[in-house]
């Protein structure tokens, strides 16, 4: 919701843009911390540092979900599930 949001208004607004850089921030904050864990735990690789993986993830992922909604397809969550869940975090 927040992605389709986006599009919509950030153009448009100063402040509707700074509200959903802080929700994005938030997002991939929550990604950063869980990701930070399982390379201290030794389950993903430290290759990247936590920030910037959790960064790709999620600008990954909101592409996925305007090219879906664009494609009227499950194809690009398919092609961005492999690579992420098969290599980066494997």
């Known amino acids: 919701m927040l992605g389709n949001f986006s ?3 950030a153009d448009h607004s100063a402040r509707i843009r700074k509200h959903l850089a802080k929700h994005f921030a ?9 990701i930070s864990e399982a390379q201290e735990q030794r389950a993903i690789s ?9 960064n790709f ?8 979900l305007l090219r879906m909604r664009v494609e009227k397809s499950d194809e690009p969550l398919i092609e961005f599930k492999k690579p992420i869940f098969d290599k980066l975090l494997a």
């Open 7 to 9: 599009a919509e208004a």
């Open 26 to 34: 938030a997002w991939s904050s929550q990604f950063e911390k869980c």
């Open 46 to 54: 430290k290759q990247f540092p936590a920030a910037s993986l959790a």
């Open 57 to 64: 993830i999620f600008n990954s992922w909101e592409g996925a």
